[in-house]
């Protein structure tokens, strides 16, 4: 499958995921907020209730004491008068408050079977043997109606006077406050406090708790009354704040399942993606190593032709050519089988080492002398700096010596053409450890490709450049190699100027 089509298929997957998980989590929203609005309505309407029940308790009140409830709070005075036919009773009713204010009321009542024409607020009135019972209940009904509208003005002009700490019971307002929350569905634990209209606080429940205060749920008491003379009740729940968790509890394992199969989902693709790399890596191998294989085969098989060909004379100087190029060609593709076989390093096994103690400067050294001369060849230099008071070392003597080829033989692949090539071998100790640095002028790596020179055949671009030859192995193998002997190696390089590499080695 192309690439391209993988990468498609790859997004519509995950543009499908997101939509699913940005569709249950509007779900959960959508959620919260209803299961939150009808929390407050429900508190809301038990608030209301109570406040209700509060001015319903303080009329019953003035109705049960009656006209004593009036005493040092206001004088009422009734003026009830008659028509000349009976038809037509009047009543004035004058208030007079505690302050000196008199309010007055004129109520008028029909009633054609009265035959009184004035009567006091006792009902002192000429009756005769003969008053049917309707008249009774007649003048009885105005005596009580006057009672019932005595207390009503009372509450109107004088009550709100009382302060609010005598106008509540703040114990049967908890009951009240428990019974319609629970009637409301609201069983949760609450804490209250009752204000005046300016901020003061006049009481708060027993077991007051300031948490959860700034979620508070409000409700204005005697709202009928003046404003300096209302009250606030405040309501607040501790757990208010977790009540959503609660709510979307049977959500939480869909949300789970969906993420997990989010993330399983990208980890497939990145394995997929990351396969597709290697095949591409491995395609690039096969391609790199038939044509290495390829080079000196032909070599010989040329050198061999020429030897089997009667009309080719044989003088001592072409059979030393053609021995010469067979002996070259064949220790050439015997190098490139040994590196084909260091994959079996690139597993999880180690490579089978045998360490000894070496000292580091007469190694590299040995190095240098012996390639000197293919430096040399392609016009270069090599400059040595091995100033390491303490290179003692504990490696494998053939496979250490391998990674200096490795290293040096880069220099040479990667050299730039217009510029002559110089190679500088170091040494140093520090932090008891031995460093060791091989340092060259070629084209230098792209940070983009720096991080991954150590990959498993993995090579750097040259542009169209097809010069440089590789299986992209030789990296791979020192990193493998320095890892082993419980070292590292990074690089550093600049693009156009050369690169660097460091390897740092535990000292005996």
């Known amino acids: 499958m192309k690439k391209s089509t993988i990468t498609i298929l790859a997004i519509l997957m995950g543009l499908s995921f997101l939509a699913l998980l940005g569709l249950q989590m509007r779900y959960i929203q959508e959620i919260l907020d209803t299961r939150k609005a009808h929390f407050e309505e429900s508190v809301s309407r038990s608030l209301y209730t109570v406040a209700h029940q509060l001015e319903l308790d303080e009329a019953k009140r003035y109705l049960a004491e009656g006209p004593d409830a009036l005493e040092g709070v206001a004088t009422v005075n009734d003026t009830i008068t008659a028509s000349t036919d009976s038809s037509v009773i009047q009543r004035m009713h004058q208030i007079k408050a505690k302050d000196g204010s008199i ?11 009265l035959s009184d024409k004035y009567f006091t607020r006792k009902i002192d009135v000429n009756t005769n043997n003969t008053r049917s019972l309707q008249e009774i209940m007649a003048k009885r009904y105005i005596y009580e109606q006057a009672l019932v509208n005595e207390v009503i003005y009372s509450i109107l ?13 703040f114990a049967e307002l908890d009951q009240m406050l428990k019974t319609e929350l629970a009637n409301n569905g609201i069983n949760m634990d609450f804490h209250f406090s009752v204000c005046t209209s300016s901020g003061r606080a006049i009481y708060r429940c027993s077991d007051y708790d300031p948490e959860g205060e700034d979620l508070c749920h409000t409700e204005t008491l005697f709202k009928n009354d003046p404003v300096q003379k209302m009250g606030v009740l405040k309501v607040h729940f501790p757990e208010e ?16 399942f969906t993420t997990v199969l989010l993330l399983t989902f990208i980890c497939t693709l990145l394995i997929v993606f990351k396969q597709k790399k290697v095949t591409e890596m491995k395609n690039d191998f096969i391609n790199n190593m038939t044509h290495e294989f390829k080079t000196p085969i032909s070599s010989i098989s040329l050198a061999a032709q020429m030897l089997a060909d009667d009309s080719v004379k044989k003088t001592p100087q072409m059979m030393t050519r053609l021995t010469t190029t067979i002996l070259d060609e064949t220790k050439r593709l015997r190098f490139q089988v040994e590196k084909v076989l260091q994959l079996s390093l690139y597993e999880n096994q180690k490579a089978n080492l045998r360490p000894k103690e070496l000292d580091a400067n007469e190694l590299i050294a040995g190095v240098v002398h012996t390639f000197a001369l293919k430096v040399e060849k392609h016009g270069g230099k090599i400059i040595t700096d091995l100033k390491a008071e303490n290179p003692i070392i504990n490696v494998d003597d053939m496979h250490f010596t391998n990674v200096m080829f490795n290293l040096m033989d880069n220099a040479v692949k990667y050299k730039r053409k217009d510029v002559q090539l110089e190679l500088k071998v170091s040494t140093w100790n520090e932090s008891n450890s031995l460093f060791i640095s091989i340092q060259d002028n070629g084209i230098g790596i792209q940070k983009n490709d720096l991080k991954k020179i150590f990959d498993k055949f993995y090579r750097v671009h040259t542009g169209n450049l097809h010069d440089v030859k590789g299986f992209g192995l030789g990296l791979a193998y020192v990193k493998k190699i320095i890892t082993d002997h419980n070292g590292s190696i990074h690089a550093e390089s600049e693009y156009g100027i050369g690169t660097k590499f460091i390897i740092k080695m535990p000292i005996n």
Not at 103 to 113: C, F, G, M, Q, R
Not at 157 to 169: G, H, N, V
Not at 241 to 256: E, N
């Open 157 to 169: 002009y004088t009550a709100s006077d009382r302060p609010l700490e005598k106008r509540i019971d």
């Open 241 to 256: 704040s977790r009540l959503k968790y609660h709510s979307i509890w049977f959500m939480l394992p869909s949300l789970v």
């Open 103 to 113: 309010y007055k009321s004129l109520e008028t009542t029909v009633n054609t079977n």
